[in-house]
């Protein structure tokens, strides 16, 4: 049986998800409610946090409080996060993190003219993924960034989507470990597709 840790439980997909790895016989752990014994196999960080008022454009310009405001809850309390459960993440055999995005965020894809706060707040994760996973692949750690689709999807559905791109291994080209998918930092969707950062 392997331990999984998940930041929090409130909306529809974090239950759905916790759902999904109990039935699969997995033991889940809810940051700050029922903290894990003594290690953890799979962490998986839900934040993803937005604000109703994070719709100024350039040239509105920029609402600094909002923007902290979302900067503190998506990039400074996950690296606050991770950096407390990381000595249980040692200890387990998974070494495995997940993060939530979304395809929004992507400075390659977005349309989108406002919701500059939530944006600059994932480009700073998204620099933080780099520099972690640079730190931690030596030592066996693997990631797993996902974009849950918030209001396309089904949350529980999307839970499923999460939890098979989670607990799975991604594969190898022609059986070449020098070709190792894991090594590569990459977000997909709900429906499996990769997007750019």
């Known amino acids: 049986m392997k331990n999984v840790m998940i930041t929090r439980n409130k909306g ?25 014994p003594d290690m953890i196999d799979i962490y998986i960080d839900v934040s993803d ?24 809850e998506n990039v400074l309390k996950s690296m606050e ?25 992507s400075i390659n894809q977005t349309r989108d003219i406002n919701g500059y706060a939530y944006k600059l707040s ?17 030592d066996g750690y693997t990631w797993r960034i996902y974009d849950p689709m918030h209001g396309e999807i089904d949350p529980a559905a999307s839970a499923e989507g999460a939890f098979n791109y989670f607990t799975r291994r991604r594969g ?3 059986n070449d470990p020098l070709r190792d998918d894991e090594n590569r930092l990459v977000f997909r969707d709900a429906f499996g597709r990769e997007h750019t950062w």
Request: glycine share 8%; charged share 30%; aromatic share 12%.
């Open 172 to 174: 190898t080209e022609n």
């Open 49 to 72: 946090a937005r604000d109703d008022g994070d719709k100024f454009t350039i040239r509105d310009g920029l609402d600094e409080d909002i923007i902290y405001g979302i900067y503190k």
């Open 122 to 138: 994932k480009a700073a994760m998204y620099n933080f993924y780099q520099m972690a996973s640079n730190t931690l692949a030596p």
């Open 12 to 36: 529809e997909f974090e239950k759905n998800l916790v759902k999904a790895f109990t039935r699969e016989g997995y033991s889940v752990y809810i940051a700050g409610t029922n903290e894990p």
């Open 81 to 105: 996060l991770l950096e407390k459960y990381l000595p249980l993440l040692d200890a387990g055999e998974g070494r495995r993190i997940c993060y939530l995005t979304s395809a929004e965020a």
